[in-house]
C-alpha cells in the first residue's frame, strides 16, 4: 500500500497536429501508478472482508444470544403467569373458607346467645321453684341476735397426754 503517500505522475507530451498526446512513458506512467492504487484498493477491499467477515460472525453470535434472551424471557413469562394464576386461585379459595369461618361463627355467636338466655331463663324459674318449695317447707322467722349468739354451743376441751 502507498501508506497514505500521494502519487504524482508527470506527463510528457509531444505535440502534434491534432493537439499535444502524452508519451508513451507517461502512459507507462500513469498505468504503474494506477497499479499501485489498483494495489491499495486490493488491501483495502481484503481487510474491509476480513473485518466485515468478522463483524458478521459477532453479529450472529449477538443474535444468537438475543434469540436465547427472548426464548428465556418468554419462558420465564409464561412460568410467571402460571405462579400468578395459582396465587390467583389459592387466594379465591382462602377468601372463600374465610367467609365461611367469619359465618360459621357468626351461627355459633347466636346458638350461644340463644344457649345463654334459655339458661338464663330455666336457671330463673328453677331457682323460682327452689325458693318457693323452700318457702313452703320452712317458714320464715327472724333470727333474733341474742339467740343466735347463745344457741352456740362450745365444745369441750380435749385432752392431751
Not at 6 to 26: C, L, N
Not at 112 to 137: G, N
Amino acid at each position: 500500500m502507498s501508506q497514505g503517500k500521494r502519487v504524482e505522475i508527470e506527463i510528457d507530451a509531444i505535440k502534434t497536429p491534432a493537439g499535444e498526446v502524452p508519451t508513451v512513458e507517461s502512459v507507462k506512467k500513469i498505468v504503474d501508478g494506477l497499479n499501485l492504487l489498483s494495489e491499495d484498493i486490493n488491501a483495502i477491499s481484503l481487510s474491509l472482508s476480513e473485518s466485515l467477515n468478522l463483524l458478521m460472525a459477532e453479529v450472529k453470535s449477538v443474535q444468537k444470544v438475543i434469540a436465547n434472551t427472548v426464548v428465556s424471557s418468554e419462558a420465564a413469562t409464561e412460568a410467571v403467569k402460571r405462579l400468578e394464576r395459582k396465587i390467583d386461585s389459592f387466594l379465591k379459595m382462602e377468601i372463600e373458607r374465610w367467609e365461611t369461618l367469619q359465618q360459621v361463627l357468626a351461627i355459633m355467636s347466636e346458638v350461644l346467645k340463644t344457649i345463654q338466655s334459655e339458661l338464663h331463663e330455666r336457671t330463673s324459674k328453677t331457682l323460682s321453684r327452689l325458693d318457693t318449695l323452700l318457702s313452703l317447707l320452712i317458714p320464715p322467722t327472724a333470727p333474733s341476735p341474742e339467740k343466735h349468739f347463745s344457741e352456740k354451743k362450745s365444745k369441750p376441751l380435749k385432752k392431751l397426754r
